[in-house]
């Protein structure tokens, strides 16, 4: 089946560094991927839709200019989150929707789990 | 999308079914009901969709009622290993659009 690699699963870093992490599909090509951060005993909240080959769509209350969006190819996005403080410390969690097949069903990574110190 | 209404958790006895229900009603004749669950701290894993009619696979069964607004999950013979949150969650079909996650369920399976 499909396959959504996420590296690295869990990062720990100094306040005010930034940090990147990698969203691939491995088996089919993604032209829309989705990065979700999901806080302790809380639900998912989705924060971007990443669309190959343009800027990325951010939800509402999401700073863009905080949290870079890449999505460079067709199998790889990338979210940065640039000088992180420990408030962003979250399992930060990507999607990749596979088009085609009887009914579209998105596939998600292991998540990242972003300690900031 | 349509929002979803879920008990916040359930239990259930291993080697019994589990039953999860989820109140949709608001859904929209376009939008499909999909379900997800998610064991701690992992990503969330695809189960099953379904537009109107039920349907079965090797994880799950989706009762999905006559007027659509609501429907259960059914794990046939649940395991400890099936302790998660499960999600029910509503929206139309494509492959871009967005996937909206509500509190859902976290159903724990008792030995």
């Known amino acids: 089946g499909a396959v959504v690699s996420q590296h690295p699963s869990r990062v720990i870093c100094k306040s005010g560094t930034s940090v990147k992490i990698e969203c691939r599909s491995l088996d089919f090509q993604a032209t829309t991927m989705f990065w979700y951060r999901q806080f302790p005993k809380q639900s998912l909240m989705l924060m971007a839709t990443s669309n190959e080959g343009s800027k990325a769509t951010y939800e509402q209350g999401v700073e863009k200019d905080k949290f870079l969006i890449n999505h460079a190819s067709l199998t790889l996005s990338t979210l940065t989150v640039t000088s992180a403080h420990p408030e962003d410390s979250s399992f930060y969690i990507c999607?990749?929707?596979?088009?085609?097949?009887?009914?579209?069903?998105?596939?998600f990574g292991s998540g990242t789990q972003l300690s900031v110190l | 999308d349509a929002k979803t209404t879920q008990p916040p958790s359930m239990d259930c006895a291993e080697g019994r079914a589990a039953n999860l229900p989820c109140n949709h009603s608001t859904i929209s004749g376009n939008e499909y009901v999909y379900w997800y669950r998610q064991i701690h701290s992992q990503g969330p894993q695809y189960i099953i969709h379904g537009l109107k009619n039920n349907e079965t696979n090797e994880m799950a069964s989706l009762i999905i009622t006559e007027d659509r607004k609501s429907s259960t999950l059914i794990l046939p013979h649940a395991t400890l290993r099936d302790t998660a949150v499960y999600y029910c969650?509503?929206?139309?079909?494509?492959?871009?659009?967005?996937?909206?996650f509500g509190t859902g369920t976290l159903l724990a399976v008792q030995p």
């Open positions: 969650i509503v929206r139309t079909d494509g492959a871009t659009n967005k996937l909206i």
């Open positions: 999607s990749a929707s596979r088009p085609g097949g009887g009914g579209e069903k998105l596939f």
